[in-house]
């Protein structure tokens, strides 16, 4: 059998909230409330993969990092564009407002607002 990953869960400060901005400038799909009580924010990345967003009290940021095609990546970039978020080529310099990643020929980095940083690649 292969191994695939099919969720993880990524803490939030706001498990609804940082699910909407996620799939808001990803261009994916929110699903419905998951979990007892609806606890988690399921986002649906593809079909084997589904990111479930839960409130933490004592949230700490994960990096998530994501290979998309370049109409993709200017998908996302004008995303961030529209909704003022900022981004950045590095890490630690993740609002610099440049694409010149050192891993791919264009890629970008940003962040949430429980320091979740995502990081989208793109071959050209």
């Given amino acids: 059998m292969t191994v695939t990953l099919n969720h993880t869960i990524v803490p939030a400060l706001d498990h609804t909230a940082a699910a909407r ?8 799909e929110q699903l419905p409330p ?3 009580g609806g606890h988690f924010a399921p986002v649906r990345v593809n079909e084997q993969l589904t990111l479930d967003f839960m409130t933490a009290e004592a949230a700490e940021g994960h990096h998530l990092a994501f290979d998309v ?4 990546f200017d998908q996302i970039l004008g995303r961030l ?7 950045g080529n590095a890490p630690s310099a993740p609002d610099n407002g440049r694409v010149d990643h050192p891993l791919c020929a264009r890629g970008l980095f940003f962040t949430d607002d429980t320091g979740n940083l995502y990081e989208v690649m793109s071959p050209r």
Avoid: N, R
Avoid at 21 to 28: K, P, Q, R
Avoid at 69 to 72: A, L, S
């Fill in 34 to 36: 998951a979990g007892s």
């Fill in 69 to 72: 095609d370049p109409g993709t």
């Fill in 81 to 87: 564009h529209t909704l003022g978020v900022p981004y």
């Fill in 21 to 28: 901005f996620f799939a808001t400038v990803m261009g994916l």
